[in-house]
């Protein structure tokens, strides 16, 4: 966090869909180290924000750096990049007909070009990370809804990325599950990865974020710090969006 | 005891009803036909000429389906391409083959395409060797349309016209493997390629194994239509033996229970292969 080099820069950021806006000129810079959680009611654009970070969602305008390089539409330098930059989702997205261990040693071979007992040594320590070395030579399948998503962290993880993006990873799993996956980010966040956080989870905002982003109709309407953005919310917005989650 | 006793009744009943009755149908048909075969000499001396035919049958259906398949691929991955061109070069081709019957179609490749692609060869190398070009002088013959057997032309024409169902069975496939797939692929920085060959093929084509086996029965079947150029499969020899000894029911009667055992045989396999991977994808 004393570092103040930018490890993303997003200027002026445009996502048009047909008949919608879903990013109507998003400005957000996050520095190396911090963590960022971004909240918003659904279709606010939170997940359209994060997925034009590594470009899954071509943007229509305005300019993206990560780590100081400037995205193009260049394919090549698009694999690089994201490969740089590990992402993890709602819905898990393991490769169902691969072992836990070949789905975190897959891209680090064919991508990473990393010999083979490199990328499986690689993969058990991050599995050791989140807590499931055991589960190595089983089908993702196999799995509860909490470990396949650990394995999806570890699997981001083991390519050793400069910045981690959550799309709502706890959005799916059920309740008694998303404590164990809480845990494995929070003990991440204060590793000084740098990470964007889209959730529901107000107490990992509130524990984990250097910042909080409150999105809504395609644009940030507030970013301060957890205490700040909770106990004192500058936007009326703001406000209603937080008295109706935390009335439940 | 008596309690018993009404419990197995009822299994039975189950039983009976979930037989496959129309197995055992056909393995009846199989076994009348053989026995008939081995007693009556009518039967026998159509068999045994007949069945000189199978080896072209065979082949020609598996080396029509090996090119097919190869082909089926490349126009499925094209159908779905972001390519403009390919795309729509994918499209025009299934297009085509799916409006025109097939038995027009092999009429149309064996005696039109074909002779057309090698005409069109035999221009370019007249072409390349008047040209003085290096490489390309005497060694070069023209080839004769006449040189091109019926059998090849039959193969030619079967894996074109499969090429274009198979190419919807695999985009089929490909389109059956959720979005995130690709996404966490591409999200890891691997190319549409790396994706496609690492994650999207291996569990699509697991998927469509069943439909590219059902085709391959199909095929095995519409090999019979490649008679009409007189390639001699067993349909071809089945004509001319009726036609020469006049036995129309021995000849047809064993031709048609010849594919019914093969076609039979070939789903029973199948349906083996679809249980194992079931079971590979519970473990």
């Known amino acids: ?248 | 005891m008596i309690k018993d006793r009404s419990e197995r009744i009822q299994l039975i009943k189950v039983r009976l009803r979930t037989f496959p009755w129309w197995m055992a149908g056909i393995a009846l048909i199989a076994i009348l036909t053989v026995v008939v075969i081995l007693t009556e000499e009518s039967y026998q001396d159509a068999f045994l000429f007949i069945k000189a035919g199978l080896s072209i049958t065979i082949s020609t259906t598996v080396i029509s389906f090996l090119i097919a398949l190869a082909l089926g691929l490349v126009t499925g991955l094209g159908r779905i391409s972001n390519n403009t061109f390919f795309r729509n070069l994918a499209t025009l081709y299934v297009e085509i083959v799916r409006g025109i019957p097939m038995l027009v179609l092999i009429f149309f490749i064996a005696f039109v395409g074909v002779p057309g692609v090698v005409d069109g060869l035999n221009a370019l190398v007249t072409r390349l060797s008047g040209s003085g070009l290096p490489g390309f002088g005497s060694s070069l013959f023209v080839l004769e349309n006449d040189a091109v057997p019926m059998r090849t032309r039959a193969i030619v024409a079967l894996s074109v016209t499969y090429g274009a169902f198979l190419a919807e069975i695999f985009r089929a496939g490909i389109q059956s493997i959720g979005r995130g797939q690709m996404e966490a692929a591409r999200s890891q920085g691997m190319s549409y390629r790396q994706a496609m060959r690492y994650i999207i093929l291996p569990q699509a084509i697991r998927n469509v194994l069943p439909a590219l086996g059902n085709d391959f029965i199909s095929m095995l079947k519409d090999s019979s239509l490649v008679s009409v150029l007189a390639v001699r499969d067993i349909t071809q020899i089945a004509r001319l033996y009726a036609g020469r000894s006049f036995e129309f029911r021995e000849a047809y009667l064993t031709l048609a229970v010849l594919y019914l055992t093969m076609t039979v045989c070939l789903s029973f396999i199948m349906k083996i292969i679809e249980r194992r991977i079931q079971k590979n994808e519970q473990r």
């Open chain 1, 1 to 248: 966090m004393n570092s103040v080099e930018p490890m993303l820069v997003l200027q002026d950021v445009k996502k048009h869909f047909t008949g919608v806006e879903a990013l109507d000129g998003v400005s957000l810079t996050v520095k190396k180290g911090q963590v960022i959680v971004i909240i918003g009611p659904s279709g606010s654009g939170k997940s359209t924000l994060l997925r034009c970070v590594n470009q899954l969602e071509e943007k229509t305008g305005g300019e993206i750096w990560i780590d100081g390089e400037r995205l193009t539409s260049n394919p090549r330098q698009l694999d690089r990049i994201r490969s740089q930059i590990g992402m993890v989702f709602q819905h898990f997205n393991l490769y169902p007909h691969l072992s836990v261990l070949e789905n975190i040693t897959l891209a680090q071979r064919i991508v990473k070009k990393l010999p083979k007992s490199e990328a499986e040594a690689n993969a058990m320590a991050q599995l050791k990370r989140v807590g499931i070395p055991e589960k190595a030579d089983c089908a993702p399948a196999q799995l509860s809804g909490g470990q396949q998503q650990r394995v999806a962290i570890a699997r981001a993880l083991a390519m050793n990325p400069k910045l981690l993006l959550f799309d709502e990873p706890t959005s799916a799993l059920d309740p008694e599950m998303i404590k164990e996956v809480l845990e494995v980010m929070l003990a991440l966040a204060r590793t000084g990865i740098t990470m964007i956080v889209v959730t529901h989870e107000m107490g990992f905002a509130r524990a984990a974020a250097d910042e909080v982003v409150f999105m809504d109709k395609g644009q940030i309407v507030e970013k301060a710090r957890p205490q700040d953005f909770f106990d004192h919310p500058t936007q009326e917005r703001t406000r209603l969006f937080l008295s109706q989650i935390l009335d439940r």
